[in-house]
């Protein structure tokens, strides 16, 4: 089955640093990724995704993502950090075996500081 | 345009108590995922439904859960007799024919006391 690691558990960057969130994959064949944000108490929203073709992938708010297959990575990054970016961030692979269920990581919390 | 909705947002419920949990998916949506998020982890699937019918129930415990989606209205998780290990925030997402692409709602925050 498919599965992610998200390495850190909680990352702080000051406002206007560079956001690098980390993502690891373990697929035996070719994944879907996705990384979704959820703010306090609000449901998970769609970042942005990768199917297949280009490796770069760019989503919502500036953040964008690169598929590595030979590091079995899918690192999220965003050149400049804004306080309203502060929310808890989760990296997820689809199951192959169904097609339609998301195995998600266990988050990682982001603090923006001034 | 309203996105998935669930309700009630918030619910307590003492140990051996029933808890229903409601989910609509959005407008033109007629595939439901539910994913229960417990304490320090991430989100697990459980069940996978279309209208009148369940698809996939491997994620769900084999005791005490149930789901359903009727032809008319919400999407229903149940849970009977719940325990304090089913504290944890369930939610619901919702997809059209693109099942990669799931909206997921603001879940619902059990706490069982």
């Known amino acids: 089955a498919q599965s992610v690691t998200q390495l850190g558990s909680h990352v702080s960057v000051s406002e206007g640093a560079l956001v690098l969130l980390r993502c690891n994959y373990s697929?035996?064949?070719?994944?879907?990724l996705f990384w979704y944000v959820q703010y306090p108490n609000q449901g998970l929203q769609l970042l942005l995704k990768y199917t297949t073709g280009a490796t770069l992938v760019k989503g919502i708010n500036g953040f964008e993502a690169e598929f590595k297959k030979s590091e079995t990575s899918f690192h999220l990054t965003k050149p400049s950090a804004h306080m309203s970016d502060a929310a808890e961030y989760f990296c997820a692979v689809m199951d192959s075996n169904s097609g339609y269920a998301l195995n998600f990581g266990k988050g990682t919390s982001l603090l923006v500081t001034p | 345009n309203a996105g998935v909705m669930q309700n009630p947002r918030h619910l307590v419920r003492r140990r051996g108590q029933e808890a229903r949990l409601r989910c609509s998916p959005m407008k033109g949506h007629s595939h439901v995922y539910w994913y229960r998020q417990l304490p320090e982890e991430g989100l697990k699937f459980m069940v996978y439904l279309q209208k009148e019918n369940i698809i996939d129930e491997s994620g769900m415990p084999k005791e005490r859960f149930s789901a359903e989606f009727p032809k008319e209205g919400p999407s229903i998780l149940r849970i009977q007799q719940v325990v304090r290990g089913d504290s944890a925030a369930y939610f619901c997402a919702s997809s059209g024919l693109e099942v990669e692409t799931q909206y997921f709602g603001p879940g619902t925050r059990l706490l069982v006391l």
């Open positions: 697929s035996s064949v070719p994944p879907y």
